[in-house]
């Protein structure tokens, strides 16, 4: 009887000194915080190394990882094949984040090109869009390529499947009569492959969606091997068809080692952020909140994002806005 009073004696001690320890422990701050005993990681899907979009979700995930500990998320980012592996990424839950051509989201929800067999993805969801893209055509000096139509019978890259510029340069092609698989000798290897190629004398020219200035196509005109922009100028049609497209021009003067004198027209989509309908609103609302307020200080981290509007950046989305972006801009007034 004593041993039992003792116990329960004792345990009531303990309960009472756990009480005031907890109690001690939240009068001084030293309990962790919900940011502080769970981080919740997120990965954005790139592209190449050498483009913009590397770039892009380097420059995303600068500003959340800033205030990690007070949101508890750390965004990370991946060099992954482009637009068309982005979006299935997103979709399966293997990416939360990915960077895509505004032209793959329109296809993705629509059904259409790599969808159609599988219909619309309609899980996907737009965060905001971002930078202008041209579809670029370099050529060398020596190919005498001075117009898309003189591409006929050349050997070309056209870009690797699961890239948006592929289907990109399939319909400049188309819209001046020609067919990558008849008329031209088409390779599809990955944009930051090309100049290698181009300077070596393996293809005479390729395509690049991109945005300005582009590392890949910097290292295709600084070479020995001489090199020009091609204008793309016969798609009247194709903007027509395909609401997505829209006219664009290359800026020559950040490209001095081209032959070109003038900036060369062309057209383009814009690169957008996606997410999926699964991904949290409170992570989505910090991640566009962190962009949006510190909008300036983003412009400033590449040279392609000096065009940027807070307006524009809603502009170019087909899939619906996810509520997590939505309650951001209804609360600043974009919507």
């Not at 997120?42 to 979700?57: F, N, R």
Request: hydrophobic residues 40%; proline residues 4%; charged residues 20%.
């Amino acid at each position: 009887m004593i041993l039992c009073q003792r116990g329960i004696l004792m345990g009531k001690a303990f309960i009472t000194s756990l009480v005031a320890a907890l109690g001690m422990a939240l009068m001084t701050g030293s309990m962790p915080t919900a940011s502080q005993a769970k981080t919740t990681f997120v990965t954005i899907g790139t592209g190449d190394i050498t483009g913009v979009y590397y770039p892009t979700g380097g420059a995303i995930s600068k500003f959340v990882n800033k205030k990690r500990k007070q949101y508890g998320i750390r965004a990370t980012i991946e060099s992954t094949p482009g637009s068309v592996f982005n979006v299935n990424a997103v979709i399966s839950g293997d990416l939360e984040f990915g960077v895509v051509q505004s032209d793959r989201q329109y296809q993705a929800v629509h059904g259409l090109a790599e969808w159609k067999s599988r219909g619309p993805q309609k899980s996907l969801r737009a965060v905001f869009s971002i930078h202008p893209e041209s579809v670029t055509l370099v050529a060398t000096v020596d190919s005498k390529i001075m117009d898309i139509r003189d591409l006929k019978g050349k050997r070309v890259n056209i870009g690797n499947i699961g890239s948006g510029q592929r289907q990109n340069a399939i319909d400049a092609l188309r819209a001046v009569g020609l067919d990558y698989s008849k008329d031209l000798v088409a390779e599809g290897v990955k944009a930051a492959e090309a100049p290698t190629l181009l300077q070596d004398g393996r293809i005479d020219a390729f395509f690049y969606t991109v945005g300005h200035p582009s590392g890949a196509i910097k290292e295709a005109t600084d070479g020995k091997r001489k090199v020009r922009f091609v204008t793309i100028d016969n798609v009247d049609q194709l903007l027509a068809d395909y609401p997505f497209y829209a006219k664009s021009v290359v800026p020559i003067r950040v490209y001095p080692g081209a032959v070109n004198t003038d900036d060369v027209v062309s057209f383009g989509v814009k690169a957008t952020l996606v997410t999926s309908a699964k991904i949290s609103e409170q992570i989505v609302y910090v991640l566009t909140k962190e962009i949006f307020e510190n909008f300036e200080a983003f412009k400033k981290l590449h040279p392609a994002y000096q065009v940027l509007t807070k307006p524009g950046m809603l502009e170019g989305l087909s899939a619906p806005i996810h509520p997590g972006a939505m309650m951001y801009y209804e609360e600043a007034g974009l919507k």
